[in-house]
């Protein structure tokens, strides 16, 4: 097969550069998300089943049937999650993107993001915060109150908050976010100031009473991270625009389920490889040891994936606080990536590296020749169901997936040579 690879992912980059991720609303998850269904859990990463399921992803489930009021307790909810009569399936695979152990079920509304380029839509749920919250394996009472908060006024609010706005465009306020020193991933303060910036005099005009509008407010304010969920459809929606373009080796996915780093690339179709999911490096919370920690969770290397993140952290030197390391070492991790990657981002630049745009567009090929893997800032999540969230800090993917990858796209598109 004759397969022109540059051309392909000249393609493939021009699709990603040409999306316009806008914010459309709110929905119910088994409304609006393809293929939804009552006995369907959508999660993070590659596809698992429950018997293989990291600490950190159990719990949400388990916090999740009992959310759906599907299991009373632990010991119910890991039963039904056991017997068959739940299906699990990736975010991935459903248009969406969900972050740490990402768990999705029918009742959680859900962000809709279109790309206005191509009409097709992304979904995320509503970030619940740091600390102990589901997405980091937590089920106790207060999580599961604060998610019936969420679904019950939260939603409602910022669903009909959102129309009286108009089209908020989500690739120029990550833009904008980049030059106010976010890098949309674990450092979201300036992207979602800006999104508070945007919906409150619309949230103030809606119907709803004055004690709802202002804990729908001060919910927002006391969480920096509540861009997050924004800014990962958002880069979905950019990189499903490179789905699937014949003869490209640009990713379009990294995502993690706590046991396995899954990775699909564009001209791959539907296709998953995958490697073992690596201990994050970083900065623990008091009282915490790297024993504690679970293997690397979540979607929200789709960021990494976009150009942001990781590969964004010369624009957010503060991060470090965060995560760990120097200035030095974020400035080097963004130059690293160049090596790696297919072209500079038009619409995401570093003002840092005089507004030179972020690295965009991993190379299959870049990555194995150079034997380079892609950098990621994350979340650490306890390995045991129902603590949540222990530190965050820096990981790289394992090099099984690239070199699996690499090889099949060999035996797809070389084999006739």
Known sequence: MQIDINEANARAIEAIQSAQPVLKGIGTCIDVVPGMKKNLILHAGPPIKWEKMSGPLKGAVIGGLIYEGLAQNQQEAEKLAASGEIEFAPWHEHDGVGPMAGVGTASMPVWIIENKTNGRKTFCTLNEGLGKVLRYGAFSEEVIVRLNWMEKVLGPVLKAAIPLVGEINLKNMISQALQMGDEVHNRNKAATSLLIRELAPAVLKTDFSTEDKAKVLEFMHSNDHFFLNLSM?????????????????????????????????????????????????????????????????????????????????????????????????????????????????????????????????????????????????????????GIGQVGAGLVNPPMKCFEDALEAYVETYCKDE
Request: net charge negative; glycine share 12%.
């Open 233 to 385: 459809p958002a880069c979905k929606a950019m990189l499903q625009a490179a789905e699937w373009i014949e003869g490209s080796t640009i990713l379009t996915t990294m995502a993690r389920n706590g046991t396995e780093f899954g990775i699909r690339v564009a001209g791959l179709k539907d296709r998953w490889f995958t490697g073992p999911a690596l201990i994050v490096k970083g900065l623990l919370f008091p009282g915490f040891t790297e024993d504690d920690c679970n293997p690397d969770i979540g979607d929200s290397a789709i960021t990494e994936t976009c150009g942001l993140g990781g590969f964004s952290m010369a624009a957010a030197p503060a991060i470090v606080k965060f995560v760990g390391g120097s200035v030095g070492d974020a400035m080097n991790f963004t130059r690293k990536m160049y090596e790696i990657t297919d072209a500079e981002s038009q619409a995401f630049q570093i003002p840092n590296l005089d507004f030179r745009g972020s690295p965009l567009g991993i190379n299959l090929v870049k990555v194995c020749e150079k034997n380079i893997p892609p950098q990621i800032n994350t979340g650490i999540a306890h390995k045991e169901p």
